[in-house]
């Protein structure tokens, strides 16, 4: 789920918390000041080592329900704790651990495939945020169980386990089960890019059964920025990889949903979602929409200068707040659900992100019994929210969004790694409308063809169920009636969505 960037809301949570304003202060200094140096790379350098002094663990079924540590020379700082918890699903084996970075510890679920584990792609997936517990997507949208109340989950028929083996990664560290002994943060998406990309490689070395299969990083809503990062992370760490030796990861393509990738193309785009029928009649009055068609140019215009032709981050964090002020914030306030415009908020953002289901979710995990079947760290609270603020604090400080990410989708386009950009019709927040907007304007050797593409219709069992269009390797598709969360409210199309998109990279 996508969090509102926004200072106001953000200190508002923050000091109904427990931290001080002081620490707030502090916090803000430090974060300005990485803001206003020069952003991380994603490359994450591989140590020097002698391969002959690896041993993988070699196959998923030697695991036991004790943690057994993994570690790579490669990646000194870096080891895998790994363990068979067998639940949810029930009929596949299902792993979960942490990725131990130094004093940093991130949580993943492993699902085997419930067709051909020993054949079938791998796909990873993330939630977005940022500070967004992938728990959300495992336990109400594409995972092979779903919460029914705070005690109870039942299978899953259309978990995206069906044709693929799937990991779902809480990131980064402060998010869900993850969590750093000394309170360090994670505030840009290149820095999480690397422990990303570490993990992945430590997996893929270990595990030899799946050496050079092919991967696909997934991931919804703010996903949009991580995982063109993530996939840029991986793929250029696959040429260490080969010079050291080792097999590179099989990255075939980046899928994601109602992504955020580009913030300057989706803020106006809430124009055409409020005051025209690209989604769903025209829901804003008269004058509102006159004031935000009018606000477009102008905010256009300081978005341009200050964010796009050149990075300045004062000038651009201004651009942004004036454009959502003017362009955002009339619907952000009108009580609607912002990830579905067909539909009110059920409870609050803040209690529920307007789906009451996400209180099952945090019920459900903070069972006792189920903490010690996944090997949760004792230290995790029981009522730890399913939503870091302090993650969403730490990257907004960094005006991480901000940063280029679609220029990484035409980097791994340039490369030959696909991607798919989809998109349910009813969400306001990552509306398809800005989605869209990006995938044609993006400066690319595939983008003539591709922008001569009409959309046409995709069906599932000989209905519509959205538009898509696709060339070179690039897909962007829709999915009617579908909100924020597409596997939540379309489980089937979006199964079927994925399972063509693995099998011929089109719908
Ligand atoms: C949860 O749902 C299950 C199955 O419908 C039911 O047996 C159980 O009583 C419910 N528990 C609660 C706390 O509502
Ligand atoms: C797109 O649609 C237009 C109008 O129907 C048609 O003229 C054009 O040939 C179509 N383009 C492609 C690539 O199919």
Request: aromatic share 12%.
């Amino acid at each position: 789920m996508l969090r509102q960037v926004s200072r106001a809301l953000a200190l508002a949570s923050l000091l109904c918390a427990t931290a001080s304003a002081t620490y707030h202060q502090q916090f803000q200094q430090w974060n300005t000041q990485k803001a206003l140096s020069q952003p991380d790379y994603t490359r994450l350098e591989l140590a020097s080592f002698d391969i002959a002094s690896f041993q993988p663990i070699g196959s998923l079924s030697t695991l036991t329900d004790q943690f057994m540590v993994l570690g790579h020379p490669a990646f000194p700082k870096y080891s895998v704790r790994i363990k068979q918890s067998n639940f949810c699903d029930g009929s596949v084996a299902a792993y979960t651990g942490y990725i131990d970075v130094e004093a940093r510890h991130l949580f993943f679920y492993f699902f085997e495939s419930r067709n051909a584990p020993d054949k079938d792609d791998v796909i990873f997936w993330t939630n977005g945020g940022p500070g967004g517990s992938s728990s959300m997507g495992l336990f109400m949208e594409l995972g092979p169980c779903r919460v029914v109340n705070s005690t109870t989950v039942v299978f899953n028929e259309a978990s995206w386990n069906s044709n693929a083996n799937i990991f779902f990664i809480d990131q980064p560290v402060d998010v869900g089960f993850s969590y750093a002994e000394y309170g360090e943060y994670v505030s840009t998406t290149e820095e999480a890019a690397k422990d990303i990309a570490a993990f992945v490689a430590i997996f893929f070395e270990h595990f030899s059964s799946f050496r050079g299969r092919a991967f696909h990083m997934a991931g919804e809503s703010y996903g949009g920025r991580y995982i063109p990062l993530f996939s840029s992370a991986i793929y250029d760490q696959n040429i260490e990889l080969v010079k050291a030796g080792l097999t590179p990861v099989n990255l075939k393509s980046a899928i994601i949903g109602n992504g955020l990738t580009n913030r300057f193309t989706q803020i106006t785009s809430y124009y055409d979602m409020q005051c025209t029928a690209a989604s769903v009649e025209p829901i804003t009055d008269i004058s509102t929409c006159i004031r935000m068609k009018q606000a477009i140019p102008r905010c256009q215009k300081l978005m341009r200068t200050s964010c796009i032709n050149a990075f300045d981050p004062i000038g651009c964090d201004e651009a942004i707040q004036v454009c959502r002020m003017e362009l955002q914030d009339p619907y952000w306030t009108s009580g609607m659900n912002v990830y579905d415009i067909s539909k009110k908020c059920e409870g609050s953002l803040e209690e529920t992100h307007c789906y009451p289901i996400t209180k099952f979710i945090q019920g459900y995990l903070s069972q006792p019994e189920i903490r010690q079947k996944l090997g949760v760290d004792p230290s995790i609270p029981l009522d730890k929210p399913l939503s870091s603020h302090n993650v969403g604090l730490a990257f907004s400080g960094t005006l991480d969004i901000l940063r280029p990410s679609d220029l990484y989708v035409a980097a791994l386009l340039e490369r030959g790694v696909d991607v798919l950009i989809y998109a349910g019709t009813y969400d306001w927040i990552c509306n398809w409308v800005g989605n869209e907007r990006w995938t044609l304007d993006l400066d690319w050797s595939g983008k003539d063809e591709f922008v001569k593409q009409n959309l046409t219709e995709w069906k599932v069992d000989g209905k519509v169920a959205g538009v898509t269009r696709s060339a070179n390797g690039f897909t962007f598709a829709t999915v009617n009636g579908a909100g924020h969360m597409v596997p939540y409210d379309k489980p089937w199309e979006s199964l079927e969505m994925v399972n063509r998109w693995l099998k011929n990279r089109q719908l």
